[in-house]
């Protein structure tokens, strides 16, 4: 096994999160904890953006949202922001080497997910701002990047990419099936594994974005800390109902969702907190929905990515699932670095020719690798 950086900037725009995992692209070395669970071998690393620096990637989004229509278009601020990106990537990683005590030169490769600001597979087109050949050569380190166009490009929905790692953590963790593998970022996406081993991966609808959307919009908060808001109020069933009878919410999977495919403004008309209970029972409810499409029911749901930080959301799922909910960081794995270590994963499956997506993780017509590679110079 080597050493890969899997990096990661989400739709929440928050921060970017660096992870070192030791794989060969099958299994994935982990160990046993003092109190029984497993964890992956590797240290991690956070850098929080400044409010200035989300509200920059915001800008980039709906610059592209409605300017772009080439992958390799770059209008008004987004150059700006890609620069941004690989600057911030890069000293997360600088800073992992430093914590770690390593080298350049221990690490195989960089995972380098870059910032998506536009995802439309329908129009077969997905944009992850970062520039992959810049951050090589500042680092001295190969570095993957550019996962999702390939598939796109052969059809597929580029998304979820995450599930082949999920598979390889829980058979690495010993862990039995069936199994779910839930990630509530900006978007929530699960990966369900069948008891034969079966991989089916989908985006379940919006995660946090909505209600973090709404709490900026309202109070100039960036999220909704702990669930409190939401707590605090009802949740318009009605209003639920008539947001999950939605067409995407009777789509057959595989399938996937731009960040904005939903608006916060659906509950405009209702105060702060019942809104936010609203938003809340509407992540729930779509997650909820993905059941109909698994093969058999999880005994277990492991649930990482912010969505995992909050009490109210997880009563909800709970409640709506009626089985065994915990967080990634309950079992030992991480709920703040679960896709930052995916994508040190899929580096190190890139460098073998191993396939990333499958037919059942984005619908492309066969499995294949992806990830465009930037050698040092």
Not at 230 to 249: I, K, T
């Amino acid at each position: 096994m080597r050493r890969f950086i899997g990096l990661m900037s989400g739709t929440s725009m928050d921060g970017v999160d660096a992870a070192l995992v030791e794989t060969d692209g099958h299994g994935i070395k982990v160990v046993a904890s003092p109190n029984g669970h497993v964890e992956i071998v590797g240290g991690t690393h956070a850098i929080d953006y400044s409010e200035s620096e989300t509200k920059l990637l915001v800008r980039a989004k709906e610059e592209a949202r409605q300017s772009v229509t080439e992958r390799g278009q770059r209008p008004g601020c987004l150059t700006e922001a890609e620069a941004f990106v690989t600057r911030i990537h890069a000293e997360a990683v600088e800073a992992l080497l430093a914590r770690e005590g390593l080298r350049p030169e221990d690490i195989a490769a960089v995972g380098f997910h870059g910032q998506t600001v536009l995802h439309r597979p329908e129009d077969r087109l997905t944009v992850q701002i970062g520039d992959g050949s810049a951050l090589a050569k500042r680092l001295g380190i190969p570095v993957v990047y550019d996962f999702r166009a390939a598939d796109v490009a052969a059809g597929g929905q580029g998304a979820p990419l995450v599930p082949v790692f999920h598979r390889a953590l829980a058979e690495s963790s010993g862990y039995g099936l069936p199994l779910a593998v839930l990630n509530i970022g900006g978007v929530a996406n699960v990966t369900l594994i069948g008891p034969g081993d079966e991989l089916l991966g989908f985006d379940t609808g919006p995660g946090n974005a909505l209600l973090n959307d709404l709490l900026v919009e309202r109070r100039g908060e960036r999220l909704d800390r702990d669930g409190a808001t939401a707590a605090r109020g009802v949740a318009d069933e009605d209003l639920v109902g008539w947001m999950l009878s939605h067409p995407y919410f009777a789509t057959s999977p595989p399938k996937s969702l731009d960040r904005d495919a939903f608006s916060h403004r659906m509950v405009a008309t209702l105060g702060v907190e019942d809104a936010a209970a609203t938003l809340a029972a509407f992540t729930v409810g779509a997650i909820r929905l993905a059941l109909r499409w698994a093969p058999e029911p999880p005994r277990r749901w492991i649930v990482g990515g912010g969505g995992a930080k909050n009490p109210y959301l997880m009563a909800g799922l709970r409640a709506a699932l009626q089985t065994e909910v915990v967080s990634a960081d309950e079992i030992g794995w991480s709920t703040d670095f679960l896709e930052a270590q995916a994508f040190a994963y899929l580096a190190a499956r890139r460098l073998r020719g191993l396939p990333i997506t499958f037919p059942g993780t984005t619908g492309v017509a066969q499995a294949m690798t992806g990830g465009a590679l930037a050698a040092p110079r």
